[in-house]
């Protein structure tokens, strides 16, 4: 054992591993600089905010779907005012409508069963394993004859068990939707993210990887998808740019302006570099508390394409969780739980208080009513006991990219440090 590993934990009155605090900051907003501001200058001294002002070559909007076609390998993008408008946009695209089954995992932001619901379908919650991603055993017994999609969440930079999750979707003759707005830049066994199922999603919002405040976007390889993904983005998207496709139909307003685009596309150049940094800290992270005894660390689908903004360990039990956070936490090393019972975090499915309860804005009981759903699909909060189980079983530290070498190795002396005195 090393001299940590033997020494009285701060939290008994111990020298803590820091004495400050380790970096912190969002990912994204912390490389905002000169750049994006030149960017969103130019846009206000063109005065042409709007998206359609410019054509694709010359507006930051266009520029940046191209940037994600060729990022994902996919043929189509369609820059959007956010994640959620991204999620809603690409089930329009998908067809899926009034009726239709939808699985979820059960550890996603609630804006993933939100956006089925905005659309008439009806979330299906499925069990997460110990990726904390989709558990593709327990997804195929979810489906029923009425799924027509599936949602794999590459949650918290992770990428889902996408070989098993397509081949799920291939015999049962399923669409499937990535959910990529905590994962951008992922890959999957050297695939992008958002490249490997019908259509992919994208959040460019203020916590995420990169960000251009609030925006998002969609990818698919699918003409007619494509299309009607944008006649959902926006209600006269045929008036400002029409490059044909399928009968239109009625939308919204969820384009994407040029400031967001600006902001967007010059962050996109910043991806490359963040998640090199956070890669390299994750792995020098990982490789230090491996084989450390009272921890599991959190399996990883692609450890290769694992975005590397969380490390992930799980403790006997829910108890042990907490204590092993605290006292950590004394050690100068931030980290958290993820379901202690506490807050009510809008990730985990146990909080979706309008899904299970199945509240709704629409005074006939839409989507719910029995004249829209002809299934049985029931919710409660103990309905997903795998889920919870690791989810409070799970401490986690988050990675900046302005982490030096000597805050990793700060992060494994902690975590042997309190692994071995709790033991």
């Not at 067809?95 to 009806?122: N, Q, R």
């Not at 070989?163 to 707005?181: F, G, K, S, T």
Request: proline fraction near 5%; charge should be negative.
């Amino acid at each position: 054992m090393t001299v940590a590993e033997r020494t009285t934990l701060a939290i008994q009155g111990g020298d803590p591993v820091r004495k400050t605090p380790l970096p912190s900051g969002l990912h994204g907003i912390m490389e905002v600089g000169q750049e994006e501001i030149d960017a969103v200058t130019d846009v206000l001294r063109r005065q042409a905010i709007f998206r359609y002002l410019r054509p694709d070559e010359e507006s930051y909007c266009g520029r940046l779907e191209q940037a994600y076609c060729e990022f994902t390998g996919k043929r189509f993008a369609c820059a959007v005012t956010g994640g959620t408008s991204a999620l809603i946009s690409a089930l329009v695209g998908l067809g899926i409508s009034t009726g239709d089954e939808v699985i979820v995992p059960a550890y996603t932001y609630i804006a993933t069963p939100a956006a089925v619901l905005t659309v008439g379908g009806i979330p299906v919650i499925a069990e997460v394993d110990d990726t904390l991603t989709l558990d593709p055993a327990d997804l195929e017994r979810k489906i029923t004859p009425l799924t027509r999609c599936i949602v794999p969440v590459h949650m918290r930079g992770l990428p889902a068990q996408m070989d098993a999750i397509m081949d799920v979707a291939r015999r049962h003759n399923l669409l499937v939707l990535e959910d990529c707005a905590q994962a951008n830049g992922g890959e999957y066994h050297g695939k992008r993210l958002g490249g490997i199922g019908d259509v992919g999603i994208f959040s460019f919002q203020h916590y995420k990887i990169i960000t251009s405040g609030e925006g998002g976007m969609v990818v698919t390889d699918d003409s007619n998808i494509y299309h009607r993904a944008r006649y959902r983005h926006d209600s006269a998207v045929r008036f400002f740019n029409d490059e044909g496709g399928p009968e239109p139909f009625a939308g919204e307003n969820a384009r994407m302006c040029e400031l967001r685009g600006a902001v967007g596309l010059t962050q996109f150049g910043r991806l490359a570099g963040i998640l090199e940094r956070t890669r390299a800290v994750k792995r020098r992270i990982v490789a230090g508390i491996s084989g450390t005894p009272g921890i599991e660390i959190q399996r990883v689908a692609d450890p290769e394409g694992d975005c590397g903004i969380t490390v992930i360990v799980y403790l006997p039990d829910a108890g042990a969780a907490r204590s092993f956070a605290r006292a950590l936490s004394a050690e100068g090393i931030g980290n958290g739980t993820i379901y202690n019972q506490g807050f009510p975090d809008r990730h985990i499915y146990k909080h979706w208080d309008y899904v299970i309860n199945k509240w709704t804005s629409d005074r006939t009981g839409y989507p719910w009513a029995p004249q829209y759903y002809k299934g049985s699909v029931e919710y409660s909060p103990d309905m997903c006991p795998n889920t919870l189980d690791y989810l409070g079983r799970a401490v986690a530290i988050s990675i900046s990219q302005a982490f030096t070498d000597r805050d990793a190795d700060d992060i494994i002396e902690g975590i042997r440090k309190v692994a071995y005195a709790l033991r």
